[in-house]
Each structure stands twice: as structure tokens, then as C-alpha cells.
């Protein structure tokens, strides 16, 4: 499914994906790549800036990854999804693995056991949690845990880091 989504400029219509926001995180995008595959990962689909203008990196999946390697360990804010199959069925193991981390911005699962995936959902410590896909939506929150995110965006959580409160009280005598 990555290698056929459509890269493009943000702005187009066709695109499924847009470029990261410069150079420097084009470049750190790529170093993040390279670190996987140097530490075995292995780039199923994808892994190279695209020949073209601007800033755009191929959708990557990279297997083989461990939860040492750096590739699982940051936020890399570019189109490379680390796969990583578990065998355990030990829902407290996985969301210990999940949560073994600084950060904690959005987590996906991918399961046909939906029942599951909203038991481990509870247990993750992450702002935004997609399960089987889906697509952000403008009017819920967004924003992440620990070190992720500062504060709230969209829906009324997100209002409300905009607005303050305030009390008036007269006497009426």
C-alpha cells in the first residue's frame, strides 16, 4: 500500500502525501532511514529522497527493526512506518514496549482483533491513537503525551488553550 501512494505537492488534490518542511528535515529523515538499515532494518518499500524538487521522500516501511534501534526509539515526522510483529498475546507487555519511549505523540495498531486493539489502546500513553488507519479529523484534539506535542489542537480541547477564564462578582446591596 505505501508504494502506491501518490507523492505529490501538498496542494494537489491527486497527492496521498506531501513533502517534509525543508531540507534539513529531508535530510534528517534520510539519516533516520540509513541508521535502520545500518542497525539490519530492511527497507521493504521505499527509503530515498525522490528526484525531484522539493523535499520528498519515498513512503518507507522498514521491517527488521528492534525497539533498541533509533528508528523506534524518536519522532522522525516523515513518511517511514517501522513494522514490528508481535508474538505475545500479553496486552500489558505490548503497551510496555509502546510506552518505552520519551515521547508519545500517536500510536497505530493494526488488528483484525478490534476488541484487542481497544484494550491495548487504553494502556498506551499516547495523545492520538489510529487503529486499523484513519484519517485525522479537524474537530477532535490532537496533541501528545510526555515529551510530545505542546498542549492541544482542534476540537474543544483546542479551543480552550486559546481562551481564558475570568470571574466578576459585585455585591448587590
Not at 130 to 138: K, L, Q, T
Amino acid at each position: 500500500m505505501a508504494g502506491k501512494l501518490r507523492v505529490g505537492p501538498g496542494l494537489d488534490e491527486t497527492s496521498d502525501l506531501g513533502p517534509v518542511v525543508s531540507r534539513d528535515q529531508l535530510e534528517r529523515v534520510l539519516g533516520f532511514i540509513a541508521a535502520g538499515r545500518h542497525d539490519d532494518a530492511v527497507a521493504v518499500v521505499g527509503g530515498s529522497a525522490l528526484p525531484r524538487p522539493g523535499y520528498f521522500v519515498e513512503p518507507t516501511v522498514l521491517a527488521g527493526v528492534r525497539p533498541d534501534m533509533s528508528v523506534m526509539r524518536e519522532e522522525i515526522f516523515g513518511p517511514v512506518l517501522c513494522a514490528m510483529p508481535y508474538q505475545d498475546e500479553d496486552l500489558d507487555k505490548l503497551a510496555a514496549a509502546a510506552n518505552d519511549t520519551i515521547y508519545g505523540l500517536s500510536a497505530r495498531i493494526f488488528t483484525r482483533d478490534s476488541g484487542k486493539a481497544h484494550r491495548l489502546a487504553r494502556r498506551i500513553r499516547a495523545g492520538s491513537i489510529r487503529i486499523n488507519g484513519g484519517a485525522p479529523d479537524v474537530a477532535v484534539p490532537f496533541g501528545g503525551f510526555k515529551q510530545s506535542g505542546w498542549g492541544r489542537e482542534g476540537g474543544y480541547a483546542g479551543v480552550e488553550g486559546f481562551t481564558e477564564v475570568k470571574t466578576v462578582i459585585t455585591k448587590l446591596s
